[in-house]
């Protein structure tokens, strides 16, 4: 069974810095690419980042390019995003998804940015 | 960047009814790389459609995806009480991959 559980979510003043990690279990890590995926609170889902299998390609939302860093240790078979200079508008719940057509998600973490 | 436009903002509709929802971009998506997603109140959204027309595993084949180039649909064909939920379309064939503004699906 293919799961995803976040974690490292939390309550962050802006400015801050937080780090999500998504253990991925039930398939071969290494050869799917994942994604972040968020939902600002009463909102719409907005994409986030995306990493290919080797980290060969790397790609972000214009919103959160030069802050977040998407990474991935696929001997540890877990994917990570490294949130720096964090706003107001970065609160939401993050989701870790699977393949570029997102067929599996985790049940998300809420990141609070407020002072 | 591709928008994509979902219509309409909501659909009241009674069980058992067919349901169409639209997506609309704002330029072509290559290879059709159009997906639809299900999500419940307080849950993590659920793939549907990959492909503009792929089943995901699991789904039952009362929902079905059709178009191509910027105009695609979601078709729910008999609603049943579990599907009265938020739908959203992504495209996901050039970065940004962006998500439509979604449908909400609720009763009558």
């Known amino acids: 069974e293919v799961q995803l559980v976040e974690s490292g979510g939390g309550l962050v003043k802006p400015g801050g810095s937080l780090r999500l990690s998504c253990a991925a279990s039930g398939f071969t890590f290494s050869t799917h690419s994942m994604n972040w995926v968020r939902q600002a609170p009463g909102k719409g889902l907005e994409w986030v980042s995306s990493i290919r299998s080797g980290s060969s390609y790397i790609y972000y939302a214009d919103s959160v390019k030069g802050r977040f860093t998407i990474s991935r240790d696929n001997a540890k078979n877990s994917l990570y995003l490294q949130m720096n200079s964090l706003r107001a508008e970065d609160t939401a719940v993050y989701y870790c998804?699977?393949?570029?057509?997102?067929?599996?998600w985790g049940q998300g973490i809420l990141v609070t940015v407020s002072s | 960047e591709i928008v994509l436009t979902q219509s309409p903002g909501t659909l009241s509709l009674s069980p058992g009814e067919r349901a169409t929802l639209s997506c609309r971009a704002s330029q072509s998506i290559s290879s059709s790389y159009l997906a639809w997603y299900q999500q419940k109140l307080g849950q993590a959204p659920r793939l549907l459609i990959y492909g503009a027309s792929s089943r995901a595993t699991g789904i039952p084949d009362r929902f079905s995806g059709s178009g191509s180039g910027t105009d695609f649909t979601l078709t729910i064909s008999r609603l049943e009480p579990e599907d009265f939920a938020v739908y959203f379309c992504?495209?996901?064939?050039?970065?940004?991959?962006?998500f439509g503004p979604g449908t909400k699906v609720d009763v009558k």
């Open positions: 992504q495209q996901y064939g050039s970065s940004p991959f962006t």
């Open positions: 998804t699977r393949a570029a057509a997102n067929d599996y």
